[in-house]
């Protein structure tokens, strides 16, 4: 297990998403799994940056895991406000851009990297857990 505390702020995205991309590839991840990785953090990264914390500043906590079942897990944790990346609905990607609704694109993608996505709130922390299977070697 290894894990990275830092502010919440958008000069500590890189240092947060090389820390979990250098687990990624030491687990074996082909670079293009790690670039898709990369994107689906910085996804949630972003969102707590510019949305967690409107009034008052507070830290994102990374922690990588490998569970049982072969599966690197990345739990990311802050203590803004709550926010169930599970609620949200997934967007009509088929409507038109001008037809469509404003966000939600960022945690439809998220999804769609993931092999599972898990959310939820303990003692006044968001812990939102993303789930790639290690690939066999």
């Known amino acids: 297990m290894s894990s990275i505390q830092l502010p919440a702020k958008i000069e500590n995205m890189e240092l947060l998403v090389q820390f979990i991309s250098d687990i990624a590839r030491k ?3 082909s670079g293009k799994r790690v670039k898709e990785i990369e994107l689906a953090t910085e996804e949630a990264l972003v969102n707590i940056i510019n949305y967690a914390y409107p009034d008052h500043s507070g830290d994102i906590k990374v922690t990588c895991t490998q ?3 072969k599966a690197l897990v990345i ?3 802050d203590t803004g406000i709550a926010f169930d990346i599970s609620s949200l ?3 009509d ?3 038109g851009i001008s037809d469509r609704e404003v966000g939600g694109l960022g945690v439809f993608l998220i999804r769609k990297l ?3 996505v898990r959310y939820h709130r303990k ?3 968001n812990i939102l857990e993303l789930v790639i299977h ?3 070697k």
Do not use: H, R, V, Y
Request: hydrophobic share 30%; net charge positive; aromatic share 4%.
């Open 93 to 95: 990607i088929s409507a």
């Open 75 to 77: 739990k990311i944790e």
């Open 123 to 125: 003692n006044k922390k």
């Open 67 to 69: 569970d049982p079942s």
């Open 27 to 29: 687990l074996g991840f």
């Open 134 to 136: 290690i690939p066999t």
């Open 114 to 116: 993931m092999d599972k």
């Open 89 to 91: 609905k997934d967007p």
